[in-house]
């Protein structure tokens, strides 16, 4: 019975083990929570709405840079190991990104609780990890999602970037005021550096990098710098601060049961070595 517990209990504490390491290293997902007609993520950001404090314009970029860096920031990464001129490493970001991702509206490819959404932004990883370079599927999103994709994989390619919020529409600005071809080279209020940020457009295909659509050349909108986003409301638990500490906590129980057990084992084994068994009485004297 003592084998069969101990055999059972050294499982479990291996299935624990791997439970820990699978925990760190999982596929990245998000919860999503409705309120008020409103679908909001781990970090409280509304996901259907690009303004206010909750809004997802900046805010979303902040899940994928820093601390909360994954896949779209190490894309970022290997083009910068892979590129030693940053005009050329700026170029072939672009091309990538318009390789493998798709326009598309959100009514026709988002569903939450099988509702169509008429808004919605995915973070840059969200993003990432739905393209496959292995089978040719592509991720499709708009153009809020497109532009967070980039700003990410810019900023872990070294190059400064800026989200921007124009009329009825979202793109990217990285500063590069060494690239030649560009059409405008922007002045970002409050930068200090003059003019020197270009434009990037990924919703389509063959869009240059540095070119501005016309419909945005008077300059009518915002930009905001990723270096100035600070988190927007509560940051979910981590994985280090919640999903570890159970199976930490449960591998320590385990671990001191199994101590108590063999403590107990060898006491018993103890007890049973000293016990005194007093000597047998001797034999009756023979008859006369």
Known sequence: ???????????????????????????????????????YDDWDI??????????????????????????????????????????????????????????????????MNGEPQDEWAWNADETAYRFNENTGVVAIGDCEDLAFLCATIYTGAGIEAAIVDAPGHVALLIWLPEYANADSYWDIPDDNRGSGWIWVEATGGSNPLGWTPPDYDDGNWSAYTIGDIEPIGDEPVSQTDFDLILPIIAVGVIMLVLLLASKSRSKQKRNYQNTYYPPPPPPPPPPY
């Open 1 to 39: 019975m003592l084998k069969t517990q101990k055999g059972f209990l050294i499982l479990l504490l291996i299935c624990l083990f791997f439970m820990s390491f699978s925990s760190c290293y999982g596929f990245p997902s998000s919860e999503y929570t409705q309120k008020s007609g409103y679908w």
């Open 46 to 111: 509304n996901r259907n709405n690009y303004s206010g404090r909750n809004g997802y314009l900046p805010n979303l970029a902040y899940e994928t840079l820093g601390d909360n860096k994954d896949l779209a920031f190490r894309i970022g990464e290997s083009f910068l190991n892979r590129y030693v001129s940053k005009t050329e490493r700026a170029t072939a970001i672009l091309n990538y990104v318009q390789t493998w991702t798709e326009y598309g509206y959100d009514e026709e490819n988002v569903f």
